[in-house]
């Protein structure tokens, strides 16, 4: 939202670049709890569009405007959870949330103290990257709201239960329950660079239509998924390190003419294809123990929007 109203008697708003300055924290709230940059974009304008609706009296009796922007923030994606499961049932193909391009304002967080809670939180970095999102999927919208508030950005299941009308006890539960639907990881995370080397690796395979060195760098259980949303071709669901290296070939040799770009995809290192120029699809990898486990490549134009200008 590049403007905000001004408050109805047509004074100037003291409070403007307080208020404003919290459209970072609300769009990287909003993203992880959906999935998605475009209805987290549109659940701020709406946070902000009550504000603005309220009267300045009304204003000024909240204590915590920007804690007052987050409860109604989350409320607003709670609501819109429930709804995108019924949206997604009827989806065309597989669905993948959105992939982020390189921006460092979608991996900063919550300023303010964390609470004293003794639990294992996600860092906000492993927040946005495509494995991460695609197992908040697998939660309940109630179990999505309590583990990303108080997991990821920290806040008390006192304020939680706020948000989602429910006791803190019962907060604590849902997070818990949560936490118990993410993976376990089976050893030390692969280093950045080791992940941009084997994204260069597959990268070059696949332009070479090497199947030997893609089945090298790929998983045995290698997953590779497609979103098209309905509205483009998307290769679908392919399991197997050399199924989904024998897949990459077959799409080298169909596409001569495709560009592939490394670049950082949610926080992690990734691919981005273009065909004359054009953004065609974006390819988040996940690595798991030195090789390639999971490729998601969403090319549904709806989703790549954000990255017709970073190039």
């Not at 006890?169 to 818990?176: E, G, N």
């Not at 070479?208 to 790929?218: P, S, V, W």
């Not at 691919?271 to 490729?295: E, F, M, N, P, Y």
Request: glycine share 8%; with cysteine.
């Amino acid at each position: 939202m590049s403007t905000a109203p001004e408050p109805g008697d047509g004074r100037l708003d003291p409070g403007l670049s307080t208020i404003m300055s919290e459209r970072r924290q609300l769009i990287n709230v909003a993203y992880r709890l959906l999935g998605s940059l475009a209805d987290a974009e549109d659940v701020v304008q709406e946070t902000y569009a009550r504000w603005y609706a309220m009267s300045r009296p009304r204003q000024d009796a909240i204590e915590s405007p920007g804690a007052w922007l987050t409860t109604v923030a989350s409320r607003i994606c709670l609501d819109l959870l429930g709804s995108a499961r019924v949206r997604r049932e009827n989806y065309v193909g597989e669905w993948i949330p959105e992939p982020l391009p390189d921006r460092t304002e979608w991996i900063s967080g919550r300023s303010g103290g964390a609470t004293a809670d003794p639990v294992d939180r996600v860092t906000l970095d492993e927040s946005i990257t495509m494995a991460f999102l695609v197992v908040l999927e697998l939660m309940t919208p109630a179990e999505r709201v309590a583990f990303v508030l108080h997991d990821v950005f920290r806040y008390s299941f006192a304020e939680v239960a706020e948000i989602v009308g429910r006791t803190p006890v019962a907060c604590r539960q849902l997070a818990s329950s949560a936490r118990r639907r993410v993976p376990v990881s089976a050893g030390p995370a692969t280093p950045v660079a080791q992940r941009a080397d084997l994204v260069k690796d597959f990268k070059a395979a696949w332009e070479a239509k090497d199947l030997d060195a893609l089945i090298g760098l790929l998983d045995p259980r290698a997953t590779a998924i497609g979103d098209g949303g309905g509205l483009v071709s998307a290769v679908p669901p392919v399991e197997g390190g050399e199924q989904v290296a024998r897949s990459v070939v077959e799409l080298a040799a169909r596409a001569p003419g495709l560009t592939l770009l490394e670049r950082t995809v949610n926080g992690q290192p990734g691919l981005v294809a273009q065909q004359d120029g054009v953004t065609v699809a974006v390819l988040a990898l996940d690595v798991v123990g030195g090789r390639i486990k999971h490729i998601w490549a969403v090319r549904n134009p709806e989703k790549l929007r954000p990255w017709t200008t970073t190039g």
